[in-house]
T-cell receptor
């Protein structure tokens, strides 16, 4: 079975450019999460969805960040405009159930903003 | 306040040594879940174990064992006879339901384990 699929794996862009990260969760998983990992701040939950509906976006840093889940098999995280401090590894994860369920992570998208 | 503390930032051991990774959590909730995840050098986080707050039984899986103690709010992870392939960053996590009904997912800062040949 395919796991969580993220693209692109690596993205290098210049400050001010728009960045779109994509995620395909495991089929049948009702929860989808976006995490950001940096050396300074560790793993931060940005937002999570349940049945395609955003439930908690309190971790989204600012208005430059937006996430959508138009259907059960696809989600995007967009940064516009990007800044150097957005450089991080962005993970998508999915889960079958809520708090009790383990998270299945994708391989991550490493973003570098110059 | 809910929090997960992994006080050990980095641990180095020699192959075949036993090593324990500490995890201390804070919550006033009576229902919660604790997890351990492994992040090898390749980067992808991998689930290792889940425990709910009502199940304090320790668990052993091969060389891995977990000690859950509610009295000390700890969920420690021991690797017996460590191997080089155990080198990774290990995260402890706590999940629970907030007063608003949403779920909270709280990760510790991770412990980097280096197993030397």
């Amino acid at each position: 079975d395919a796991g969580v699929i993220q693209s692109p794996r690596h993205e290098v862009t210049e400050m001010g450019q728009e960045v779109t990260l994509r995620c395909k969760p495991i089929s049948g998983h009702d929860y989808l999460f976006w995490y950001r990992q940096t050396m300074m701040r560790g793993l931060e939950l940005l937002i999570y969805f349940n049945n395609n509906v955003p439930i908690d976006d309190s971790g989204m840093p600012e208005d430059r960040f937006s996430a959508k889940m138009p259907n059960a098999s696809f989600s995007t995280l967009k940064i516009q405009p990007s800044e150097p401090r957005d450089s991080a590894v962005y993970f998508c994860a999915s889960s079958l159930v809520g708090a009790a369920g383990e998270l299945f992570f994708g391989e991550g998208s490493r973003l570098t903003v110059l | 306040a809910q929090k997960v503390t992994q006080a050990q930032t980095e641990i180095s051991v020699v192959e075949k040594e036993d090593v324990t990774l500490d995890c201390v959590y804070e919550t006033r909730d009576t229902t919660y879940y604790l997890f351990w995840y492994k992040q090898p050098p390749s980067g992808e986080l991998v689930f290792l174990i889940r425990r709910n707050s009502f199940d304090e039984q320790n668990e052993i899986s091969g060389r891995y064992s977990w000690n859950f103690q509610k009295s000390t709010s700890s969920f420690n992870f021991t690797i017996t006879a460590s191997q080089v392939v155990d080198s990774a960053v290990y995260f402890c996590a706590l999940t629970l339901t907030s007063t608003s009904g949403t779920y909270k997912y709280i990760f510790g800062t991770g412990t980097r384990l280096k197993v030397l040949a």
